[in-house]
T-cell receptor, first 115, second 113 residues
Framework: DSGVTQTPKHLITATGQRVTLRCSPRSGDLSVYWYQQSLDQGLQFLIQYYNGEERAKGNILERFSAQQFPDLHSELNLSSLELGDSALYFC??????????????FGSGTQLSVL | GENVEQHPSTLSVQEGDSAVIKCTYSDSASNYFPWYKQELGKRPQLIIDIRSNVGEKKDQRIAVTLNKTAKHFSLHITETQPEDSAVYFCAVPANSGYSTLTFGKGTMLLVSP
């Protein structure tokens, strides 16, 4: 167990809908990262938050948004869902105490299926 | 942004053989090179990493080598076992910094008994 908690584990929804994925980082970790994993694209970085603020952005669609709350948990919101958004969404956390190169601890992921 | 290419995409070996996976990157300023292992249905987990001030690092049966001049680094697994079967990802720091990683597309390693 990495200490990173993601809910729900599975999510099935229809095109055009909106869903929210939730992540609780390891105790003491200030950074949260969201990654999308699909069969043909590997692990794609979406966005990073550090202590409540957006720190880095990757290939995140405008239909997607995220935030990190004062208790450091994070939510990834996916709207106007399309079939191609079906993927495994991972959250990861790290301490981020000044070092730029840190071990990421991944959650178990949320499998999203858009039908 | 930083590009990282990983080869091969699949690798099949017999138990006891060695396996080598190679990644090339584009940003000569990259200074951190981790490898993550993802077993089927599980989360990615860091198995070994190397920083640019060393050329090789070993941890039991796994090792990582770095060639900064050629901008590539490799994962070496010796005496492979069936439990080594997994997808292996290399990664490099993204240009945005702050511990964000850009991952390779992964190598599926299958170790046959």
């Amino acid at each position: 167990d990495s200490g990173v908690t993601q809910t729900p584990k599975h999510l099935i929804t229809a095109t055009g809908q909106r869903v929210t994925l939730r992540c609780s980082p390891r105790s003491g970790d200030l950074s949260v990262y969201w990654y999308q994993q699909s069969l043909d694209q590997g692990l794609q970085f979406l966005i990073q938050y550090y202590n409540g603020e957006e720190r880095a952005k990757g290939n995140i669609l405008e239909r997607f948004s995220a935030q990190q709350f004062p208790d450091l948990h994070s939510e990834l919101n996916l709207s106007s869902l399309e079939l191609g958004d079906s993927a495994l969404y991972f959250c990861a956390s790290s301490v981020t105490r000044g070092s730029l190169n840190e071990k990421l601890f991944f959650g178990s992921g949320t499998q999203l299926s858009v039908l | 942004g930083e590009n990282v290419e990983q080869h091969p995409s699949t690798l099949s070996v017999q138990e006891g053989d060695s396996a080598v996976i190679k990644c090339t990157y584009s940003d000569s300023a990259s200074n951190y090179f981790p490898w993550y292992k993802q077993e089927l249905g599980k989360r990615p987990q860091l198995i070994i990493d190397i920083r640019s001030n060393v050329g090789e690092k070993k941890d039991q049966r796994i090792a990582v080598t770095l060639n900064k001049t050629a901008k590539h680094f490799s994962l070496h697994i010796t005496e492979t076992q069936p439990e080594d079967s997994a997808v292996y990802f290399c990664a490099v720091p993204a240009n945005s910094g702050y511990s964000t990683l850009t991952f390779g597309k992964g190598t599926m390693l299958l170790v046959s008994p």
